[in-house]
């Protein structure tokens, strides 16, 4: 593939990936908005807490082959065909583990034997999900993830028409359940349409065994990962309630929208790519360049905007409902920047082969998370008259000081097996965050008057991106023109 015809699907596949996670955003925002400010803070948790074992069902059905296949030249339809094979037993194994497993659910959490029905609907998901996870990878292996975005777009208008009928009815928690069961169907039903293939009856042990090194890796590294991501629900729901647990549940769904849409625009649209060009050093130290720079362009002036931006947000939403969640979104959107950059360096590992290395930069984060976790866990039930979250915001600074320590493990390894050092990607990244705190800082300062929460979030966006983006052009950013080149066909 030429430099050009690179470039092209590179761009082509931001796009579709890019309009995939706009769309999706904005309807998951909208059905989230309704629901928030329909059902009660409690139902939020009852679902956190179920989303803590789907996190983990979901991370087993995968088991890390669809990154292998991901990163695998040239795999056949009896890979394909295994993997998808493979996904689907492991799902409905877990299915059934969980299924009668769920009573423990309400001693665990604190929380009302509601729970133990809304779980066993809710679990059905993940294995409709894992029969669309070989159809998507297909798409993605083919830089043609079009009908990726229709199907899920498609997915969220329908579910969200559900789950918002169900709240305004009063169905209460069920309404969050059934939205994420039609959701998954809807996308599998389009994937399963439009992929164009079907699964040959083979489960071949020498492909599982020929991805079992990337695999393997890449699963232990997501294992690690989704205890650490989940573990705060545990301790929320465990220690301190349902109540403080919606709370926290609020703040991490609206923080994790734009990091998970950046890390998962990243992965998709950036590792078919760098496979490619792996075998030529010179293009793909270039590649590696650019898909940095390119991170670091989008990544700082989003998410420091949201941590300035987030109480007008917040208020024009949901009112003061929410307010106990507004600092714990933005500690949250500041431990997200370091996500995003160690998913982006994972994918930069995962690109040269060298998945066990993922492990150990688990390993790292795992062990300052836990160390974090020692030193504030005892603070975490801390409320005041005026801050109900005292101790969880405690709990999650403890935690983003593990997120930054992790970055820079990371980082380190990352220069340690690509053709480029510390210095080189760290000087890809400081441009973009001096620009961006300066952006921001005529929007911190318009926050500080007494206008209406819209009038606040339109002038201080307006103004954030009229000043990035200017000071961008002036000092001739080349991601920026190529972002604008591509914006006009060109």
Known sequence: MSDESLKTGVARTLKWN?????????????????????????????????????AFASLF??????????????????????????????????????????????????????????????????????????????MMKRMDVK???????????????????????GAGAWAIVWQTITLAVVKTAILWITGHWRPLAVLSRQSLAKFFKVGSGVMISSFLNTVFQNIYSFF???????????????ADKWSKMPTASLSQVLTASFL?????????????KAA???????????????????????EPIFHLLFGTKWDGAILLFQILCLRGIFTVLQSLYNNFILSVGRARLLVITEVMRDA????????????????????VTLGIAIFLWGQLAASVITWAATLYLTACVTPRGIISYLADLAPYIILSLIAVAPAWLIGRLSLSPLLTIAAQGLTA?????????????????????????K
């Open 368 to 387: 300052a998370a836990v160390i974090a976790i020692i030193i504030t866990l005892p603070y975490i039930g801390l409320s005041t008259d005026t801050d």
């Open 465 to 489: 991106v009229l000043v990035y983006t200017g000071i961008c052009a002036l000092a001739g950013s080349r991601i920026q023109r190529d972002a604008l080149a591509y914006l006009r066909g």
């Open 61 to 138: 059905v995968d088991s890390g082959f669809s990154s292998a296949l991901i990163q695998a030249s040239d795999p056949d339809e009896k890979d394909y065909s295994t993997v998808f094979w493979f996904n689907l037993l492991m799902a409905c194994g877990l299915y059934a583990v969980l299924f009668v497993t769920a009573p423990l659910l309400p001693a665990l959490f604190k929380a009302p034997a509601d729970i133990i029905p809304l779980a066993r609907v809710m679990f059905l998901s993940f294995i409709i999900n894992a029969a669309a996870i070989v159809q998507a990878n297909r």
């Open 272 to 284: 078919p790519a760098l496979s490619r060009v792996l075998p030529e050093p010179d293009r793909f």
């Open 147 to 169: 009908m990726i975005a229709v199907s899920n777009s498609i997915g969220l208008i329908v579910s969200a028409g559900v789950g918002i009928a169900l709240a305004v009815s």
């Open 288 to 310: 590696l360049a650019k898909m940095s720079r390119c991170t670091a362009y989008l990544l700082f002036p989003a998410m420091t905007l949201l941590i300035v931006m987030a």
């Open 18 to 54: 890019v309009v995939d996670r706009v769309a999706s955003q904005l309807l998951y925002a909208i059905t989230g908005i309704v629901l928030a400010n329909v059902l009660p803070r409690e139902d939020f948790g009852l679902v956190g807490a179920i989303l803590v074992f789907q």
């Open 236 to 250: 929320i729901g465990n220690q301190v309630g349902m109540t403080a647990l919606g709370y926290y549940s609020q």
